[in-house]
């Protein structure tokens, strides 16, 4: 039974809102607070929006590659990743439960998102949300994030969630 397309291709909408979401929320940072400043703060020292780049990945891990190691493993591959993922959501050899499809979505609209910033911004991802954790895991702060990021974390959850406890013996189809 073949899907319909609008079924198929409603989980773009989400991509399209976290990139447009990710996108416009740095290009605030980027035009309304000075880099390496804080812009704001809320709850007292609890959230504050402040404007610092990163050129690697998660946790600054990388941040002394090469650019060649760079290029190959923050740009190539996650375009490969992002294009493998766009065929497996617009393609309909494989069924995939609607359940599956958003959280695809989630995490593509992420991967793009931080995408942009490596390849037009000079591997320089624009990253502004701090959150004071109070020593959780080590930290006084959380290592300063994005929309992008954050749609990637969630997404990575709810994946590994569906992993474990989707029977899949019900394809949405």
Do not use: C
């Not at 605030?28 to 400043?37: D, G, L, M, P, Q």
């Amino acid at each position: 039974m073949q899907e319909k397309p609008s079924k198929r291709l409603a989980p773009f909408a989400l991509t399209a809102a976290v990139v447009l979401l990710d996108q416009l929320s740095k290009a605030w940072v980027v035009a309304t607070i000075a880099e390496n400043s804080v812009g704001h703060r809320f709850f007292g020292d609890f959230l504050a929006i402040i404007h610092v780049r990163n050129t690697a990945i998660a946790f600054s891990m990388g941040v002394g590659l090469p650019s060649v190691v760079k290029i190959l493993f923050f740009i190539l591959l996650p375009l490969l990743l992002v294009t493998a993922v766009t065929i497996l959501l617009v393609g309909n050899r494989v069924a995939l439960k609607s359940s599956w499809r958003w959280v695809l979505a989630l995490f593509l609209g992420g991967g793009i998102g931080n995408l942009i910033d490596r390849i037009f911004r000079s591997f320089r991802v624009v990253d502004f949300i701090s959150v004071k954790v109070y020593g959780f895991l080590g930290f006084e702060r959380w290592p300063t994030f994005n929309v992008a990021d954050a749609s990637l974390v969630v997404s990575g959850i709810l994946l590994a969630a569906l992993l474990l406890f989707d029977k899949g013996d019900d394809l949405d189809v």
